[in-house]
């Protein structure tokens, strides 16, 4: 029981990674936890996310390789943020294969541009932990908490531009990722502009 769940930035990929882990009870690959761990003990990745450089394809491999060889990995896992190119995808196929490892489905949540747009700049946060979305959930006094009353921020990375790059380098880098993996018939296209719910459900039907 092992798959790869894609999509563009602002699709809603962590919303559905935490559910599939919970439902089906196999361990979530994230490379932005592995990142933040091992930033802990890596003194070269450390520096590099401090300054905000890219991280190499090989490293980023080799992290990915090392984990999935953890024996919690063994039970089933779901791989989020990567691959994220496609020498990584080639890379990986090499790992998977030398131990004996099978994808069973890769799940892309299909979603416009547009739609991305509008969702992830609409986001808008309180330092309390409430979340909201201006176009879908938004706070019942402007701009103001429900719950605190603190004024709402906008985070960098949903200001509109910064989704608009994004984008930009997903569709660049990330976006061929999706032919490669019809071609080997494992891609499962998913409707992300449904709910949330039925956005799982239809997951959920193709998980063994």
């Known amino acids: 029981m092992n798959y790869i769940l894609m999509g563009p930035p602002g699709a809603g990929k962590g919303t559905q990674a935490k559910k599939i882990v919970d439902k089906f009870g196999i361990v979530h690959l994230s490379t932005g936890d592995m990142f933040r761990e091992d930033t802990k003990s890596n003194e070269v990745i450390s520096k590099l996310v401090a300054s905000g450089q890219l991280i190499s394809d090989e490293i980023v491999v080799n ?5 999935l060889l953890q024996e919690d990995a ?3 896992f779901l791989l989020d943020g990567f691959p994220r190119t ?18 069973d489905a890769v799940f892309f949540i299909d979603l416009e541009y547009k739609e991305v747009i509008k969702r992830t700049s609409g986001r808008r946060v309180c330092s309390c932990g409430a979340s909201y979305n201006v ?11 429900d719950f605190c009353k603190k004024e709402l921020i906008q985070r960098d990375d949903d200001k509109e531009e910064v989704v608009k790059n994004r984008l930009t380098i997903y569709e660049t880098q990330t ?8 071609q080997k018939g494992a ?17 959920s039907e193709n998980i063994k």
């Open 187 to 203: 891609l499962v296209k998913i409707d992300g502009l449904k709910s949330e719910f039925e956005v799982f459900n239809q997951i």
């Open 135 to 145: 176009f879908f959930i938004p706070p019942k006094e402007d701009n103001k908490c």
């Open 63 to 67: 992290m990915v390789k090392n984990r």
């Open 74 to 76: 063994k039970k089933g």
């Open 175 to 182: 976006k061929p990722l999706i032919e490669y993996y019809r």
């Open 86 to 103: 496609l020498v990584q995808a080639q890379a990986l196929d090499v790992i998977l294969e030398a131990e004996n490892i099978k994808i």
